[in-house]
């Protein structure tokens, strides 16, 4: 099933951009013939900002801080988001002590779940995983099974290619998948920090890694190949075109044909991408907040608009890829 890293190789690498796509569509249209895409209403809270950077008391974060993060979670709720992911690095968190770091973060979901039972808790990554594995002693399951039982519902699938390398991302969501936890795989590239050929055989090898474990324990609910812009300004590079994202998101769809979801997040890749990318494999348009700037965020009606115009019903999800109601 799927293809093989060599054939995921000379895909990434030729000109047949159509070809592929109608490949990828296929395969999308194998796993979902009912013709919908997904959404999610979610935000992202900062939540050692919400707390003004950490303050506690002992190990447990003071109340005063805590009741400033419920507020910001109550205040996206009542704007309709159903779950909400929790970012900002251990260290921000943790700034005075690792050892205690943990407890620090135990107490924090704890007070989340015992407000809000019904939401759904994401955070921390899994580099910000291993650095708490390393600060405290514990071994990756461990940690992992602590901050399940204190109320969170899933890690962060993203920086499979940042701080911790790719066997030790691996190991993260493995442990998650152990424990019954299902999480999401997110592959960034495009980033201009190696060679194209160098490049190309990393995405390869990060998609076989997300297959294996796929076989292995069925516990990603959706890949998200998400492109970033380059970090070297002075390379007069701006990171991968749209004919590049198009193919590398196919690539993802026909190679990991073992995963149900494809998501290409409009919100951060932008609606026209988003539009074309639902023929070239995606299934899932990502999530949106729920009161998005007229600025430079789309609104919902934005992206209704554009799954529907590349036709398609919008339906929308909770972050577990529950589907909700279509609209």
Known sequence: MGISRKEALDCLRSDD????????DAVRRRLHPEGVVSYAIESDIDWAAAMG?????????????VHRLFDAIRETIELGST??????GVG??????????????????????????????????????????????????????????AGLDSIAGDDAQAQCGTE??????????????RTVATMNFGAGEAGAGE???????????????????????????RSLPS???????????AVEQLKTLAVARIFLDNIENIQLNGAAQGLKVLQMGLRFGANDAGSIAPLASAANRPSEEDLRRIIRDAGFQPIQRDTPYRMMFLN
Not at 17 to 24: K, Q, S
Not at 53 to 65: D, F, K, M, S
Not at 200 to 214: N, P, T
């Open 92 to 149: 921000a968190l943790d700034s005075q002590s690792k050892a205690c770091g943990i407890e620090w973060l135990e107490g924090v979901l704890r007070e989340i779940r015992q407000r809000f039972p019904s939401l759904w808790i994401e955070a921390l990554s899994p580099s910000e995983i291993v650095a708490l594995a390393a600060g405290s002693g514990l071994d990756l399951r461990e940690i992992i099974a602590r901050l399940h039982d």
């Open 83 to 88: 779950g909400v992911r929790l970012v900002s």
């Open 199 to 225: 490049a190309v055989d990393q995405c390869v090898d990060l998609l076989a890694a997300v297959r294996q474990l796929q076989l292995e324990t069925g516990g990603f609910t959706a890949f998200i190949p």
């Open 17 to 24: 951009l159509i070809g592929i796509g109608m490949e990828a």
């Open 231 to 241: 970090r070297n300004a002075s390379s007069g590079w701006d990171g991968p075109t």
């Open 168 to 181: 030790e991302w691996i190991a993260v969501h493995r442990a998650a998948h152990t424990l019954g936890m």
């Open 53 to 65: 950077g950490g303050t506690r008391e002992g190990n447990l974060p003071a109340v005063g801080c």
